[in-house]
T-cell receptor
Framework: DAGVIQSPRHEVTEMGQEVTLRCKPISGHNSLFWYRQTMMRGLELLIY????????DSGMPEDRFSAKMPNASFSTLKIQPSEPRDSAVYFC?????????????FGEGSRLTVL | QQQVKQSPQSLIVQKGGISIINCAYENTAFDYFPWYQQFPGKGPALLIA?????SEKKEGRFTISFNKSAKQFSLHIMDSQPGDSATYFC????????????FGTGTRLQVFP
């Protein structure tokens, strides 16, 4: 299996620009999670989907962030407009149906730098 | 009450030594405690997990010790190797909301030859 695939791996952009991060979960997994990792705040859950439906977006920092999952094999996290404080590594993770909450499979992350 | 407190923040161990990372929680409803391992430039990966009905779980050189009354659990890495150098996260969740994992702040482990 190819694992969770994220793109781009690195993104450098200027403040005010739109950023779109992409994720392809493991085939057959029905839950998808977006996390943000920073030195100051560690790993934070932003939003998660079950069967393509957003379940809890309480971790999304503000309205500048949005996430979609149009089908079982693709999700996006969009930041518009981006700000320097959004600089972080963004991880996508997926989980198979019926598995315990701990068994998340993470992608390699998208490192975002907003200048 | 939903926090998981992890210590130390960083740890330096000599090859062959024992690495010990500790976590504490407040919410007694937590009933699943995984540990994740993250290498630089990679995403976290599940290492080992425990439920509170057992006090210890061992997988190879990795052991989780769980103290339910103290609301603490720890990861022990026996015979630590340079290849174990990574960041380790403890986490917790509860059965009625299994989608939400609460992560600790992480421990950066460096094992020197």
């Amino acid at each position: 299996d190819a694992g969770v695939i994220q793109s781009p791996r690195h993104e450098v952009t200027e403040m005010g620009q739109e950023v779109t991060l992409r994720c392809k979960p493991i085939s057959g997994h029905n839950s998808l999670f977006w996390y943000r990792q920073t030195m100051m705040r560690g790993l934070e859950l932003l939003i998660y989907f079950n069967n393509n439906v957003p379940i809890d977006d309480s971790g999304m920092p503000e309205d500048r962030f949005s996430a979609k999952m149009p089908n079982a094999s693709f999700s996006t996290l969009k930041i518009q407009p981006s700000e320097p404080r959004d600089s972080a590594v963004y991880f996508c993770a997926s989980r198979a149906s019926g598995r315990g909450a701990g068994e998340l499979f993470f992608g390699e992350g998208s490192r975002l730098t907003v200048l | 009450q939903q926090q998981v407190k992890q210590s130390p923040q960083s740890l330096i161990v000599q090859k062959g030594g024992i690495s010990i990372i500790n976590c504490a929680y407040e919410n007694t409803a937590f009933d699943y405690f995984p540990w994740y391992q993250q290498f630089p430039g990679k995403g976290p990966a599940l290492l080992i997990a425990i439920r509170p009905d057992v006090s210890e779980k061992k997988e190879g050189r990795f052991t989780i010790s769980f103290n339910k009354s103290a609301k603490q659990f720890s990861l022990h890495i026996m015979d630590s190797q340079p290849g174990d150098s990574a960041t380790y996260f403890c986490a917790a969740s509860w059965t009625y909301n299994t989608d939400k994992l609460i992560f600790g702040t992480g421990t950066r482990l460096q094992v020197f030859p």
